[in-house]
């Protein structure tokens, strides 16, 4: 596949800030990959348009892998990823680290797993990019979350919530592209 018939895979299309890319992407013609988690309005939108949707559970690793495999039987190279699953888990009492391990596995594992294990497809097209996004979520921390909360796990912005106030700081850093 040359550059201009590679898809784009976008993880969690099936909603929002996802949804509205992919939607933009075929808009001008590029072909579509995207992962979902449940079946929504968005997602059928989407293969009515063409775009192929590959269901994902990127909760844990055997999740993970397998959303890979499905989509090497999808296509043989892709023009970029776009990075936009994530999963916000209220943290009850005694349910600490069950939700930071879910997240983690979400922000953090599965765009890990991905790049590793799509480097391939990506290096058989020119250009190929790598894109972490999110959505509104980074602008607010929601009550459930912990004080000191980033606005995505493992992202290299920081954001503080004082127990005592509701100002909120943030600092982010963008990080060079590295193969």
């Known amino acids: 596949m040359t550059a201009t018939n590679a898809p784009i895979l976008i993880t969690s299309a099936g909603q929002r800030v996802g949804l509205h890319c992919a939607q933009r992407l075929l808009d001008e013609g590029h072909s579509v990959i995207f992962s979902y988690r449940s079946e929504r309005p968005g997602v059928q939108a989407l293969r009515e348009r063409g775009a192929i949707g ?5 909760s844990n690793e055997a999740g993970i892998l397998a959303f890979i495999a499905t989509l090497n039987t999808h296509t043989q190279s892709l023009r970029a ?13 005694g349910e600490e680290s069950r939700a930071f391990t879910d997240m983690f596995s979400v922000h953090m594992l ?8 799509c480097s391939p497809l990506l290096q058989r097209s ?17 009550a459930s979350t912990s004080p000191i909360a980033p606005p995505r796990p493992g ?23 590295q193969w």
């Open 54 to 58: 590959v269901f994902a559970d990127f």
């Open 81 to 93: 990823i776009i990075h936009n699953a994530s999963a916000w888990i209220a943290e009850t009492p």
């Open 110 to 117: 599965a765009p890990y797993l991905i790049n590793l294990h």
């Open 126 to 142: 020119t250009p190929a990019d790598i894109v972490h996004i999110s959505d509104d979520v980074v602008r607010r921390v929601a």
């Open 155 to 177: 992202s290299t912005a920081s954001r503080c919530r004082s127990p005592r106030s509701s100002r909120r700081r943030s600092r982010s850093t963008a990080l060079p592209r």
